[in-house]
Nanobody, 122 residues
Framework: QVQLVESGGGLVQPGGSLNLSCAASGFIFNTATMKWYRQCPGKERELVAGISYTGESSNYADSVKGRFTISRDNAKNILYLQMNSLKPEDTAVYYC???????????????WGQGTQVTVSS
């Protein structure tokens, strides 16, 4: 059973930092492309950052470049998102996404976590 469990969200003041985690299980983590998305009420879910299965390559939305850092620990099956210099417009539910296979010969599918709320407000 595939599980993606996000944690680390909360309320933070503008300019503050949070570090989100996503604990993964049930699939081959070290061959999965991992991403963070976010969604504000009434808006479409948007890609925040992605990272290759080795961790050597990453990409970011223009709105978070230079402030957010995505990383992964393939030994612990955990995905991270370090968020610095947070702004009110970063307020959203943040979701962990895996494009992964559950077995060596299985096709890849998209899997999603339940999300963690991040609120940036004074």
């Amino acid at each position: 059973q595939v599980q993606l469990v996000e944690s680390g969200g909360g309320l933070v003041q503008p300019g503050g930092s949070l570090n989100l985690s996503c604990a993964a299980s049930g699939f081959i983590f070290n061959t999965a492309t991992m991403k963070w998305y976010r969604q504000c009420p009434g808006k479409e879910r948007e890609l925040v950052a992605g990272i290759s299965y080795t961790g050597e390559s990453s990409n970011y939305a223009d709105s978070v470049k230079g402030r957010f850092t995505i990383s992964r620990d393939n030994a612990k099956n955990i995905l991270y998102l370090q968020m610095n210099s947070l702004k009110p417009e970063d307020t959203a539910v943040y979701y962990c996404n895996a494009f992964a296979r559950i077995g060596a010969w299985s096709p890849r599918f998209d899997y999603w976590g339940q999300g963690t709320q991040v609120t940036v407000s004074s």
